[in-house]
């Protein structure tokens, strides 16, 4: 008779595979909150919402499979991971992009975001997949991308429109977001350097392990963050007074 294995078991103390769960599960009760919520919010926010959804939903999906994977096979393709930043960053590109539009914030500027995302992961997964013994020199070639893309938030296209937009909610998304890009997001290259023969590797801590923490910072907080500027503009705008302009009522914040 033939044994057929479905899946492994978790076993106590396994705190990789038990942040795969937590994981899964924290990513599908966010993607739930943040589509419910859009009815909470006003106008081009509820878009900024459903990305934010879709940014965890991706993720819920993937942690799923490489959840069922770690527990059969104690590890977790690269892969599945990677699949999921090249779905995920970009979005999270386009949040950015989102919050500046309505200032005059330009598509060329999410474009720019994307190519700066796609260029980081694609040198990152060569390193960490197909040429590991050459890890670092990829590591540094994708950190190129990274760099591009802080240097668009913090100095860029996406600085200077958050600035004019002298938007309060506008400002603080932006600069919280960026605080998540910078120090967040470091994250990635800091586990990576765990690979073996990498600079951290003497460390011999799980790369997995590094990977879910940053996921579950930057997914789930990153979308809160969103959701937060998106609460905060609505309530400015509907406790605005009514303002007759042009023949039309308009609700408009009074600073605007
Ligand atoms: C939800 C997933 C996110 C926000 C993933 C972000 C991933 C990175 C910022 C990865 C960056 C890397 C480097 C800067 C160099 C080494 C290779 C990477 C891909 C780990």
Redesign the pocket.
């Known amino acids: 008779m033939e044994t057929i294995l479905l899946v492994g078991d978790l076993r106590p103390g396994d705190v990789v595979g038990f942040t795969f769960f937590t994981g899964y599960m924290a990513m599908f009760a966010a993607s739930v909150f943040f589509f419910l919520e859009r009815s909470q919010v006003e106008g081009h926010w509820k878009t900024s919402l459903t990305i934010s959804g879709l ?1 965890t939903m991706i ?1 819920a999906v993937h942690y799923f499979y490489m959840r069922d994977q770690y527990l059969a096979t104690n590890s977790s393709p690269t892969e599945f991971r ?1 699949i ?2 090249t779905l ?2 970009p979005l ?1 590109c386009v949040e950015f992009y989102l919050i500046i539009k309505p200032f005059g914030g330009k598509i060329s500027t999410m474009w720019k975001l994307i190519g700066y ?1 796609v260029f ?2 694609v ?3 060569v ?2 997949s197909l040429d590991r013994p050459n ?1 670092a020199i ?6 190129v ?3 591009g ?1 802080l240097y668009e938030i913090y100095l860029g296209d996406v600085k200077k429109i958050a600035d004019a937009s002298r938007d309060a909610s506008t400002l603080k998304a932006v600069s919280l977001l960026r605080w ?2 910078l120090v ?6 800091i ?3 765990m690979i073996p023969g990498g600079l951290l590797a003497g460390l011999n801590i799980n790369i997995d392990l590094i ?1 879910n923490i ?2 579950a910072i ?2 789930i907080g ?1 979308g809160l963050v969103v959701y937060s500027a998106a609460v905060a503009n609505s309530k400015a705008h509907n406790e605005a007074p009514v303002q007759r302009v042009d023949g039309r009522f308009n609700r408009e914040p009074v600073d605007a």
Do not use: H, Q, R
């Open positions: 940014i993720a990677y999921d930043w995920t960053v999270m995302s980081m992961l040198f990152g997964y390193g960490e890890s990829w590591g540094a070639v994708s950190t991308g990274y760099i893309i998540f890009v967040g997001w470091a994250i990635y290259p586990g990576y350097m990977y940053g996921d930057n997914k990153f």
